[in-house]
């Protein structure tokens, strides 16, 4: 059997100095791409660090009286702690300023300070069930007010007992409740899935695959950046926009440019993207 040649690499888009990046294993031949594809859609589950099994049940408490409503993102950034014994919701963390929204429509019955929070944001909705936000920096909406799924509510922040930024989400039966139920299963239960992004409901059609195996997604888009996650192989991912940074080098070829995926909360350099041109068709530069 002839031995297929090898796809074609990203071109190099500038001769400035070059910075190696984790190295990553050599990438498939042609003749690999099924093995590839499928540890693609495997290695696709360890976006969210938590049981997939958890992702599509609903709770068995959520009430049925009232069928769920269709749900809308809470917030982008990575999954950092999930739903156990001592912790009562999803922390979900990105830089300060994200945008909160709005899981689904409701009326607003909790916007203030509150203990441990520093400030919180409850929503009653439709179905009888109750979302809870916490730790952003600024409250959008009031006591009383309507809400639309996807409304934008909040910014996220630190405020209270926080180490960082970030969106504490819970999600709770009733608004007698004091145990929240798992949120992952929660959104699961009206066609969300963490980490995701606001707009589209859950999280948007990938639209590229990286390749090679501990490639490090950074908080910017210089090599010294903190490391906010490492892909252990092969990743479909949505990216919404990219931009120039640090000279990375692989396998003989260089690129500049960096894509930024937002279920990851940072960026990818491109030559680690599995197309053959360095800066992405139809991907928007980053603003």
């Known amino acids: 059997m002839s031995t297929p040649s090898p796809r074609p690499r990203p071109r190099s888009t500038s001769a400035a100095a070059s910075a190696k990046a984790a190295a990553p294993a050599r ?44 749900g809308s993102c809470p917030a982008a950034g990575r999954v ?9 919701g999803v922390d979900i963390a990105n830089t300060r300023g994200t945008p909160i929204h709005a899981t689904g429509s409701g009326t607003v019955i909790a916007s ?15 179905d009888g069930t109750v979302t809870e936000y916490g ?10 007010q309507r809400v639309d799924s996807g409304r934008l509510i909040a910014r996220m922040g630190s405020e209270g007992q926080s180490t960082g930024p970030h969106l504490h989400f819970e999600a709770h039966t009733s608004t007698s ?20 992004t606001p707009g589209g409901g859950g999280t948007p059609g ?39 940074g640090d000279m990375v080098a692989a396998e003989g070829h260089r690129n500049d440019a960096w894509a930024h995926v937002p279920a990851l909360g940072g960026y990818l350099s491109n030559i680690y993207i599995d197309h ?12």
């Open 112 to 126: 203030g300070p509150a203990n441990g929070y520093g400030q919180w944001i409850r929503i009653r909705h439709d």
């Open 177 to 196: 409740s004091t145990r929240g139920t798992d949120p992952i299963a929660y959104l699961g239960a009206r066609g969300v899935r963490l980490p995701c």
């Open 206 to 244: 990938t639209n590229f695959t990286t390749w090679g195996s501990g490639i490090r997604v950074r908080e910017d888009v210089r090599l010294n950046s903190r490391v906010v996650t490492t892909l252990s192989g092969p990743t479909p991912v949505h990216v919404d926009c990219q931009k120039r």
């Open 27 to 70: 990438r498939p031949r042609r003749a690999n791409r099924i093995v590839v594809a499928l540890a693609a859609v495997a290695s696709a589950a360890a976006l969210v660090p938590l049981s997939a099994a958890h992702a599509g049940a609903a709770p068995a408490s959520v009430p049925t009286a009232v069928a769920a409503y269709s």
């Open 80 to 88: 950092t702690q999930g739903y156990h014994s001592g912790h009562d």
């Open 135 to 144: 730790h952003m920096y600024e409250r959008l909406v009031s006591v009383n």
């Open 276 to 287: 053959k041109d360095a800066w992405l068709p139809g991907v928007p530069e980053c603003r």
